[in-house]
């Protein structure tokens, strides 16, 4: 894979995963690597990532060739698709807002390629969804990461200010609100339902967009007095509990993954969890609870964990004047 070399195996019955986990410590010894390697199984058997001290750079546009490849009409038709990155072995790996993982938590520590990992998911959801169909509320206290989204079509608001941002979650809660209203009265039980509902009636003009609420760094919020902190944990449970039916989505986003700043009620509400490098084994706990964040390489590496066991990839590389070159296309 571009990160790493995978070495699949299997083990003998009389033997258990744990027991070649336990020698994880000591495998940079006889490998000769710079650090314990990833260990985990599947139905193919014992799978062993061994970090590459060559990784390849997989590129944005490349990467959504891929994407374009893999992901059908229907699949976007039917499901909201969340493109993530690719698999040792290639694979696009995708998550789907609109199934049992809504929302996402995304987590990893100075050079870990958080920063770049976000803006190409974001910048991939724009590529795969018109404006009508998708808008985001971006959040961005430190007033460095999404000011460039002003001004985007598919951008519904960007908010600076802590208090501006905490005011628009509570009018995000009363739009979730509005919206199951509407879907009562047309006898809708989702978004989906009830655009469909208005595309056969003719009334596209009346069609709802998918929202997604982007955090780039949360601790700034729970960092805050207790009250402040409360009232944002009250709005994530609100939204975590009923955004997916009314098409609200958020991503949360944190360079530190503490129990302080990640509660086990933020966390229980975020089922998707993407997790770049991180600085040690308990903010990789926090994050997906097991270790093996702080292994990670850098630069994109990480693992992602829905309802399985975390899954090893690598988010492309969405340079700056690539980057630039998007968002002119997507402002005119």
């Not at 829905?306 to 990839?313: D, L, V």
Request: a negative charge; one cysteine or more.
């Amino acid at each position: 894979g571009a990160s790493v070399i995978r070495i699949i195996g299997r083990i003998p019955p009389n033997q258990s995963i744990t027991a070649v986990e336990k020698k994880a410590k000591d495998m940079p010894l006889w490998l000769h690597i710079d650090s314990p390697p990833t260990i985990f199984s599947d139905r193919n058997g014992i799978n062993i990532d061994i970090n590459r001290n060559d990784p390849d750079t997989i590129y944005f546009s490349q990467f959504m060739k891929y994407v374009r490849n893999n992901v059908t009409n229907q699949d976007l038709e039917k499901g909201f698709i969340v493109p993530i990155g690719l698999s040792p072995l290639n694979e696009v790996m995708t998550v789907d807002f609109n199934g049992t993982e809504p929302h996402m938590l995304v987590a990893g520590s100075t050079g870990s390629g958080k920063s770049v990992s976000l803006n190409s998911i974001v910048m991939s959801m724009m590529c795969l969804y018109d404006p009508n169909e998708l808008q985001f509320v971006f959040i961005d206290p430190k007033q460095v990461e999404f000011s460039m989204f002003d001004g985007v079509k598919h951008t519904e608001k960007v908010l600076l200010d802590l208090n501006e941002s905490a005011d628009y979650l509570d009018v995000m809660i009363a739009e979730m609100e509005h919206r199951y209203s509407k879907f009562r009265d047309a006898f809708a039980k989702n978004l989906m339902e009830y655009n469909e509902l208005l595309i056969q009636e003719n009334r596209h003009d009346e069609i709802m967009p998918r929202m997604v609420i982007v955090f780039d760094e949360f601790a700034d919020f729970m960092m805050q007095d207790k009250e402040f902190a409360q009232r944002i944990e009250t709005a994530i449970k609100r939204l975590g509990q009923k955004g997916r039916a009314a098409g609200i989505h958020m991503i949360v986003c944190t360079q530190s993954p503490k129990a302080e700043i990640i509660s086990t009620t933020i966390k229980n509400n975020l089922a998707a969890r993407l997790c770049l490098r991180v600085t040690d084994g308990v903010a990789s706990n926090v994050v997906m609870d097991t270790s093996g964040g702080e292994n990670l390489a850098g630069k994109g590496d990480y693992l992602f964990k829905t309802n399985k066991e975390p899954a090893r990839g690598k988010s492309p590389y969405l340079q700056p004047l690539a980057l630039r070159a998007l968002m002119q296309y997507f402002k005119k």
